[in-house]
């Protein structure tokens, strides 16, 4: 996929909003390693790392794109790599995720490879999009079906592959006791955006739901996918002001020293 960070960045104090209640839920203990997993242009990257200036805080990400953008050098324990979350390597004390797991299926699973790479004592903290059953997403995934031919076979990503891997704060709290987590924090909460109408929506979007489809279709037929999406978001969406309320889940556990 191919990210546009000045398109991502359009909305960045609406997407920062979750990540001041994702770091409240990480507590000030000693850390060694920290990865922050999919760190897009490495902002929050580099907060982690000021508020734990003895700890090598790396930021993994697979854009290019992104990466560019990233503030090397902007501390003496930062560092930014190309990679993929599945290629996880090394062992870690912090495990943060910042609306990137949702780019990967089967979280049960990957949860549990997640936890492999935490030390004992530490914190693996995850905030995803859950906004999944929205009509946003749902008129976005029937352009994807009226696209398939063009997109190569692959009809709906939605936020991951498909239907959302992104399960409830319940789930996820049970997997994490599974684990062996301890001291769980797992909840919902609406984060809303106010958008100027089915445009706003679209400007939105083209951050992240739009970009496995977009990346995958030349300008002409990126242009008529636009097109059809933006007929059905007209559709559904006939005010100039539109309030979406963007759900989010956040979930934060320790690894007990005796488990796991």
Known sequence: ?????????????????????LHALIPDQPYEQIVDL???AGDHTLT????????QVTGLDSSP??????????????????GDIAGLQGHFDLIHANASLQWLPDHPALLARLWNH???GGVLAVQVPANHDHPSHRLLGETADEFAAELGGYSRFGT????SPVLTPAAYAEMLDALGGQHITALSKVYPVVLDGAEGLIDWTRGTALVPYLSRLDGAAGERFLAAYRARLKAAFTGERLYYAFTRVLFAAHKGSQRG
Do not use: I
């Open 1 to 21: 996929m191919t990210w546009n960070p000045a398109t991502y960045d359009q909305f960045k104090v609406a997407r920062s909003a979750p990540v001041a209640d």
């Open 38 to 40: 999919g760190c897009g």
């Open 48 to 55: 982690l790392a000021r508020r734990f200036p003895g700890a």
């Open 65 to 82: 794109e992104m990466l560019a953008r990233a503030p090397h050098g902007a501390a003496p324990n930062l560092t930014f790599v190309q």
């Open 118 to 120: 935490l030390r004992g």
């Open 160 to 163: 991951a592959h498909g239907a």
